[in-house]
């Protein structure tokens, strides 16, 4: 199967296609990729969530950005695009803490794991079983998930690619 | 404040503690090194945290970042960001012995530790400007080194600014080891906490 479009997904970004693409992000550091797909109505969307709640902001310009906003606007952009709940799953890979001082938690640049918390709380009340993730560690990533194989291929920088 | 009601004025008086961040901060380098180093001219941009990742370059870029962060009475990141490949000629510059035959393991160890000084002299020295030029007492952190790529710094950074806008301010300068076979570009990026930046322009009085 030839892969149609690749689409980049930027930060704070949110897509959701029905046609074959690869759906891609560069460099996620301590920011989440998190895909839900419906394998069986071929449907699927990508986030680039940077921060863990829209709480602690002003206005949002971009549900995308944070994971309470960009879960449940893939939903509803999933599911107008033909997605059925029971049948979704979601991979996600991202939120790294690339720079540790020691002796210090440094709540800023701890975000990543905050990240991944909220991401995952979000996906569970949704009900969207978290199916793959590579998550956490110290090192960047960048991604690509191909619809319609379904496979989220993560590429670490020194380290190589996997695939979920 | 939101991040966009910045005046021109402020940015200038932003650029010019870059200015001499940057000055204080090639000074420190070249008497390190034994080498003249040339610094180039500071930018501050108000740019949008979504334009981040490729502004600088291509985000997978191998780069080496060097990050201390600061407390006190201006809270931020300082992040010192090299070309893969020049932070490997800065770190063999500042080792200046051959290392080739020694434990691969031990090599990274000592470029690591090597490129961590750099780093913590070049952001050190900016800190200290910002000391001078306004009386604050900023203790500053140990330095953390990354290799990774340029976008994934530049995600951490936008998230920083992310928590409480769209835009961020950011002072940007380039230092260049001369006589050196390799160019050696280095970029020193402030990443002030939400709030910090207006009690500096404050201080500064504008």
Not at chain 1, 27 to 35: E, P
Not at chain 2, 133 to 145: C, Q, R
Not at chain 2, 167 to 175: G, P
Request: proline share 5%; charged share 15%.
């Amino acid at each position: 199967m030839t892969v149609a479009q690749t689409i980049h997904v930027g930060m704070a970004d949110l897509v959701a296609v029905k046609v074959p693409s690869l759906l891609v992000t560069l460099g996620l550091g301590s920011c989440i990729g998190v895909v839900i797909y419906d394998p069986r109505n071929k449907v699927a969307g990508m986030a680039h969530i940077m921060l863990p709640d829209s709480r602690d902001a002003g206005a949002v310009l971009k549900p995308g950005k944070f994971a309470d906003t960009a879960v449940p606007r893939l939903l509803q952009e999933l599911s107008a695009l033909g997605a059925l709940p029971s049948n979704l799953q979601a991979k996600i890979a991202g939120g790294a803490q690339m720079f540790n001082i020691p002796g210090k938690d440094s709540g800023l640049l701890a975000v990543g794991a905050r990240n991944i918390e909220a991401t995952k709380r979000w996906l569970a009340h949704f009900n969207v079983p978290l199916v793959a993730e590579d998550t956490g560690g110290n090192k960047g990533r960048s991604i690509e998930f191909n619809v319609p194989l379904w496979n989220l291929s993560v590429k670490v920088l020194g380290v190589g690619v996997k695939e979920l | 404040m939101e991040w966009g009601d910045f005046s021109n004025l402020q940015l200038d008086a932003v650029r010019e503690v870059g200015n001499i961040g940057t000055g204080n901060a090639a000074t420190a380098l070249s008497q390190l090194l034994g080498r003249a180093v040339d610094m180039g001219v500071p930018e501050a941009d108000l740019i949008p945290i979504y334009e981040l990742a490729g502004r600088y370059g291509s985000p997978e870029t191998p780069v080496c970042a060097v990050l201390i962060r600061a407390e006190g009475d201006f809270p931020c990141n300082l992040i010192f960001v090299i070309d893969e490949g020049a932070g490997q000629e800065l770190a063999n510059l500042l080792i200046a012995m051959d290392i080739s035959t020694l434990d691969p393991e031990l090599q990274i160890q000592m470029r690591d530790s090597a490129l961590g000084e750099v780093g913590n002299i070049i952001l050190g020295a900016f800190l200290n400007a910002i000391s001078m030029l306004t009386g604050y007492v900023m203790p500053a952190s140990v330095p953390a080194v990354a290799h990774d790529m340029l976008g994934s710094v530049m995600d951490i950074v936008a998230s920083i600014f992310g928590v409480i806008g769209d835009t961020a301010l950011l002072v940007k300068t380039s230092l260049q080891v001369k006589d050196v076979e390799c160019e050696v570009n280095g970029n020193v990026i402030m990443v002030p906490d939400p709030g910090s930046l207006e009690t500096l322009l404050q201080k500064l009085g504008v």
